[in-house]
């Protein structure tokens, strides 16, 4: 019996017995390779995607948003936008004064409390969906809006030089275009 083989076939035990196979070194090798892939594209993540996300908000759910929408509170500081029909918006936004929409598919308007509470009320559901209220955050964390709709596949980008938040959303009527 050729014990050399049979070790060579084994590499575990070609170790335990104190013999070199030459394999060893070739099968850690191998081991190996999915570990520094991961490692690799970790460190690729991190170096790309940081420059992508850096002008991204983010909505933060807040509850009282969404009674204030629905009781009618117009906040002075913020400049108010709906989307989609105004006897019944997809979405509903509020931007602090100081920040702009540079979008044709948000349209201004300066709310009356029982107008806001109307729009507020008929939001467009496709499927019996209960609104819900958001604040619109900056990529640091600074809140710049508030948001009412019952879309929740939707995005915020911001640039903090010029001012602006633009805020794109699925068209919750017809889910292959988008409402921006």
């Known amino acids: 019996m050729n014990t050399g083989r049979l070790l060579y076939r084994c590499p575990g035990a070609a170790?335990?017995?104190?013999?070199?196979?030459?394999?060893?070194?070739?099968?850690?090798?191998?081991?190996m390779r999915p570990k520094r892939r991961a490692i690799t594209a970790l460190v690729l993540a991190a170096l790309v995607f940081p420059g992508c996300a850096?002008?991204?908000?983010?909505?933060a759910?807040?509850?009282?948003?969404?009674?204030?929408?629905?009781a009618g509170v117009v906040r002075p500081e913020y400049q108010y936008y709906y989307s989609g029909r105004d006897t019944m918006p997809y979405?509903?936004?509020?931007?602090?004064?100081?920040?702009?929409?540079?979008?044709?598919?948000?349209?201004p308007f300066a709310p009356e409390p029982g107008q806001l509470m109307r729009m507020s009320g008929n939001i467009y559901d496709e499927v019996q969906k209960s609104p819900y209220g958001a604040s619109i955050k900056t990529p640091t964390g600074e809140t710049i809006g508030l948001w009412f709709s019952t879309v929740f596949?939707?995005?915020?980008?911001?640039?903090?030089?010029?001012?602006?938040?633009?805020?794109?959303?699925?068209?919750?009527?017809?889910d292959d275009r988008p409402a921006w």
């Open 61 to 70: 759910i807040d509850r009282q948003v969404a009674q204030d929408f629905r």
């Open 153 to 174: 596949n939707r995005s915020v980008r911001v640039d903090p030089e010029q001012r602006t938040v633009e805020i794109l959303f699925t068209n919750p009527e017809n």
């Open 54 to 59: 850096q002008n991204y908000g983010r909505f």
């Open 91 to 107: 979405a509903i936004i509020a931007i602090h004064r100081t920040w702009r929409v540079p979008s044709h598919y948000w349209t």
């Open 15 to 31: 170790a335990r017995f104190g013999v070199d196979t030459g394999r060893s070194a070739e099968i850690s090798n191998k081991a």
